[in-house]
């Protein structure tokens, strides 16, 4: 079992940035791939960034792609989304989520945080 917590979302302007944390507990956060979805206002959740559980592979989703980065620290069972030239159309809640395989279905998901681009 893996428990996700979100954090760091907010109110930004746009062209700002906004750091994504989500801590996770249990023992297996090392062994899985870690991921980021967001979901806007009337929209269906949509893949943003991914990232295998050592690092070696990460895949980005095109409407984010230069803008955002993934990345991860086993040791502290954390995954970030760093995300850069934010635009009103980033405005979601973004989840953070965990699973079995790079690109495969998730398994266990946070609650979300909300991430507000004004322009």
């Known amino acids: 079992q893996v428990q996700l917590v979100e954090s760091g979302g907010g109110l930004v302007q746009a062209g700002g940035s906004l750091r994504l944390s989500c801590a996770a507990s249990g023992r297996t956060f090392s062994t899985m791939a870690m991921g980021w979805w967001r979901q806007a206002p009337g929209m269906a959740r949509r893949f943003v960034a991914t990232i295998m559980w050592n690092s070696t592979s990460t895949i980005i989703a095109d409407a984010v792609k230069g803008r955002f980065a993934i990345s991860r620290d086993n040791a502290k069972n954390t995954v970030d989304l760093e995300m850069n030239s934010l635009q009103p159309e980033d405005t979601a809640v973004y989840y953070c989520?965990?699973?079995?395989?790079?690109?495969?279905?998730?398994?266990?998901w946070g609650k979300g945080t909300l991430v507000t681009v004004s322009s």
């Open positions: 989520a965990a699973g079995p395989n790079l690109g495969g279905p998730m398994d266990y």
